[in-house]
């Protein structure tokens, strides 16, 4: 019941208060207008993610899902990562980029402060000796800030068509629901639903056609979001499968966009320069339509999440 209580409740919390964040977000023109690259027929408010953090959090303290240091360290940590994505959300409002050199040291701070309150990757069981492979600390520091920092920014690559982020993150919210509840993980499974209802909240005004977007301050948190789930939870079991869950989960985001660097790096772009690299873009090319697009991307993070939970249920 608490499972179904924290879906429900953050759900209605976002369904509730995106009209009233849309109305606010039109009378300041914190919209995205229409450019050669966005081609939306008129300015849509970009109060995705404020709408979904002030949902996720809500709950997340109400239902107390784990101890109030680690909830204050996550939201501390979130917050600073919703900030920095609205900063470069009204700079894109304005017709104006933001640099990349602040985001990024706030997405690493960010990082940190959760990785100092034990979101850690610690290291993996040995299938052959079962035993525990500690990792040397620096080695951990890497890897868990490696690990958040580009869940991150794939999740916030991935949002290039209406309800396409939001879908890809509810199935891998969905994905790690069920890989908690098959390792007793109660708490992951918590999180999981009060941010999946979060996320269902607002994709109902996100669809296509949209009437709200996520901006890059939603997506990268909940890129940000995510990460923590995976470290805090599949990641932690001692299973070597397990570490299998969160890379099949956000397959489709990690594995197109690992792609989209190369094209970048060999064409020698930035890789920060925005173009029409994703997969959704060159389906879209293709001549298949966005709900065509987004149904197609996200039946392959579902055949992808699947697999993950029956290779975990195979090997338990």
């Not at 629901?177 to 109660?186: D, K, S």
Request: charged content about 15%; hydrophobic content about 50%; proline content about 4%.
């Amino acid at each position: 019941m608490k499972y179904i209580l924290g879906v429900l409740l953050a759900f209605f919390m976002a369904y509730l208060i995106m009209p009233m964040l849309m109305k606010l977000a039109i009378k300041i023109g914190f919209t995205d207008k229409p450019t050669k690259r966005k081609q939306h027929r008129a300015p849509i408010p970009l109060c995705g993610g404020v709408g979904m953090y002030i949902a996720f959090f809500s709950i997340y303290f109400l239902l107390r899902v784990q101890r109030f240091d680690f909830q204050l360290a996550v939201f501390i940590a979130s917050t600073l990562i919703l900030g920095i994505g609205l900063v470069d959300d009204h700079y894109k409002s304005v017709g104006k980029e933001f640099p990349i050199y602040p985001r990024f040291a706030v997405q690493i701070l960010a990082a940190f402060i959760v990785y100092k309150n034990g979101v850690v990757f610690t290291g993996f069981d040995n299938p052959f000796t079962n035993t525990y492979i500690f990792l040397p600390e620096w080695l951990q520091l890497i890897l868990t800030i490696t690990w958040i920092f580009g869940v991150t920014t794939v999740i916030n690559w991935s949002d290039g068509m209406d309800g396409l982020a939001g879908g890809i993150s509810l199935v891998s919210c969905f994905t790690f629901f069920f890989a908690a509840i098959i390792l007793g993980q109660e708490w992951s499974a918590l999180t999981c639903c009060v941010l999946g209802g979060a996320i269902l909240g607002f994709l109902k005004f996100n669809k296509h056609p949209a009437q709200i977007f996520m901006g890059d301050s939603g997506a990268n948190l909940i890129g940000f979001l995510l990460s923590i789930i995976a470290l805090d939870g599949a990641f932690k079991s001692t299973t070597v499968m397990s570490l299998f869950i969160p890379i099949l989960a956000l397959a489709v985001p990690i594995f197109d966009n690992l792609f989209v660097i190369y094209k970048r790096f060999r064409e020698g772009k930035p890789v920060y320069q925005a173009d029409r690299s994703q997969m959704h873009f060159r389906l879209k090319e293709r001549g298949m339509s966005t709900n065509q697009v987004v149904s197609y991307i996200i039946l392959i993070s579902l055949v992808c999440s699947l697999t993950s939970i029956v290779l975990l249920l195979l090997k338990r």
